[in-house]
């Protein structure tokens, strides 16, 4: 519990991690505000209207688009202690590397899970409070909002643990985080479109297939036809928070600490 | 006399060099010990082997008898300064303390004890980024007390630090060492440790070539006299 009270603490005090929640909230937020807007001009072009439970489902479904900065929080609790020199400090009070490891995991795990929560449920306000303007609005279909947010607290946790593993390899924190923001915007989109077969294993496809959509619209970037059903999206993205949860605890193992 | 720091046969090699070649040395409890060396002869490289941070490439150091990971609750037993780094610049020095207090299960109370030992309780709630090098040095020999260990282990603490400042620092390790703890420093202020140290452990290129008390190794020259026969008058 000590360990865990200590990067709690971590996690807590630096005001980084206090601005990415508001970054979270704020791209939430906005991003599902602006779907209805976005809908509703271009229903033609989509073949999407406010007026079907798809596209209402869709515009709730943003909400959960901030899942960028659970990985952030965690590459930031682990390449930060190298940045700042504070794993010194760290791995002296607590030498038994894999029990901080297995901490920092745990705290990241809930410090994600908690960015994503908060932001998906300020995007679904958001959401809600646009859709309010427009008439002939269809009702979201009833799982939408459990659905939303089970994948919130799931992909939010796996990601911070994700990130503590990118952390851990990559110890320059610029660069770790730069490399995860084009991987997750530029890559993991692009292989998703042109190879979906592919994609669908990938974070992105993983995180939409666990919201149980069924969406049609490539114009839109998303075709669900071809994603994998949500329980086993669920377990697959578990399986890579388990695999990056033990690569990160063998590499902070071997490597000596400057 | 028992040892509290034994180093055998300690080697650490970075690209086929040997940072740290066969050192065998003990340190001897109760007592302050300086551990004097040229730049890059190999001393912050065994105190990192030393506290588990460096893994050996071949043989071992220990303190009080078991490797540092095999400590329970190292910092009851063992303070550590190694470099000015180590505390996280966007956190005041108190939220600093208390991350480390909260990971060794130590009492609230005891960072605010120890930020008054170090003279900074003024400056407390300001962050560290803000704190200059003699401040920042002192914060960490807070960290260092913090579990009140029985042995420090300083690496050039006074580096960086004005002439007020090595005053300070003199006045306070004088402090520790009547407490009976043993004390491991290394330093370039020869003429400092030499009024500060019982016994010298000299090490060049990674070997041990001298130790003993400070009169044995000093003989009747100054500690700086000796150092620079020993080491072939570099002190870099």
């Known amino acids: 519990m000590s360990l865990l009270k200590s990067e709690w603490r971590k996690l807590v005090y630096v005001r980084a991690h206090w601005g990415l929640l508001i970054g979270a909230v704020v791209l939430a937020g906005f991003g599902t505000a602006v779907t209805p807007i976005i809908l509703d001009s271009n229903s033609a072009t989509f073949g999407l209207a406010l007026d079907q439970q798809t596209a209402v489902d869709s515009v709730y479904a943003n909400a959960i688009s901030s899942y960028i900065f659970a990985i952030i929080i965690g590459i930031m609790l682990m390449s930060g202690e190298?940045?700042?020199?504070?794993?010194?400090?760290?791995?002296?009070?607590?030498p038994k590397r894999g029990t901080v490891l297995a901490n920092k995991l745990g705290i990241a795990a809930i410090g994600g899970a908690l960015v994503m929560v908060i932001s998906t449920a300020a995007g679904i306000a958001a959401g809600w409070v646009t859709l309010s303007f427009f008439e002939n609005v269809a009702e979201p279909s009833s799982g939408v909002f459990v659905n939303t947010m089970l994948a919130a607290v799931v992909s939010g946790s796996i990601l911070g643990i994700v990130g503590v593993a990118i952390g851990t390899l990559i110890r320059n924190q610029m660069l770790a985080i730069t490399g995860s923001l084009i991987y997750l915007f530029v890559v993991d989109p692009i292989l998703l479109t042109l190879v979906p077969d592919a994609g669908k294993w990938l974070p992105s496809g993983l995180i939409t297939a666990?919201?149980?959509?069924?969406?049609?619209?490539?114009?839109?970037?998303?075709?669900?036809?071809?994603?994998?059903?949500?329980?086993?999206?669920?377990?697959?993205?578990?399986g890579y928070g388990v695999v990056f949860g033990v690569v990160a605890i063998a590499t902070s193992l071997r490597r000596d600490i400057d | 006399m028992n040892a509290a720091i034994s180093f055998t046969n300690l080697v650490k090699t970075y690209g086929g060099?040997?940072?740290?070649?066969?050192?065998?040395?003990?340190?001897?409890?109760?007592?302050?010990?300086?551990?004097?060396?040229?730049?890059?002869?190999?001393?912050?490289?065994?105190?990192?082997?030393?506290?588990?941070?460096?893994?050996?490439?071949?043989?071992?150091?220990?303190?009080?008898?078991?490797p540092y990971r095999e400590l329970e609750n190292p910092l009851s037993k063992v303070g550590t300064v190694l470099d000015s780094r180590g505390f996280h610049p966007a956190l005041t020095g108190r939220q600093n303390l208390r991350v480390v207090a909260a990971a060794a299960s130590i009492p609230e109370v005891r960072v605010d004890e120890v930020l008054e030992m170090v003279e900074l309780s003024e400056a407390a709630n300001k962050k560290m980024k803000k704190y200059s090098l003699g401040m920042k040095q002192r914060l960490a020999l807070a960290g260092a007390i913090l579990g009140d260990p029985e042995i420090l282990i300083l690496d050039e603490p006074a580096n960086g630090l004005d002439p007020a400042g090595i005053a300070w620092l003199r006045k306070?390790?004088?402090?520790?060492?009547?407490?009976?703890?043993?004390?491991?420093?290394?330093s370039h202020q020869l003429a400092e440790m030499q009024h500060t140290v019982d016994d010298v452990l000299i090490i060049n290129k990674g070997k041990l070539i001298a130790a003993g008390t400070k009169e044995q190794v000093m003989g009747p020259d100054s500690l700086e006299d000796a150092f620079l026969k020993l080491t072939g008058g570099s002190l870099s």
Do not use: W
Request: aromatic share 4%.
């Open chain 1, 82 to 94: 190298f940045r700042h020199g504070t794993a010194v400090a760290t791995f002296l009070t607590a």
């Open chain 1, 210 to 238: 666990m919201l149980a959509l069924d969406i049609q619209a490539p114009e839109l970037g998303i075709d669900t036809a071809n994603y994998l059903p949500p329980l086993t999206a669920t377990l697959v993205l578990l």
């Open chain 2, 17 to 66: 060099q040997n940072a740290v070649d066969d050192l065998s040395a003990s340190v001897n409890q109760g007592r302050i010990t300086g551990f004097l060396g040229p730049n890059g002869a190999g001393k912050s490289t065994a105190l990192r082997c030393l506290v588990g941070l460096a893994a050996p490439s071949s043989g071992s150091a220990q303190i009080l008898g078991v």
């Open chain 2, 172 to 186: 306070f390790l004088r402090m520790l060492a009547e407490g009976g703890r043993t004390i491991l420093v290394s």
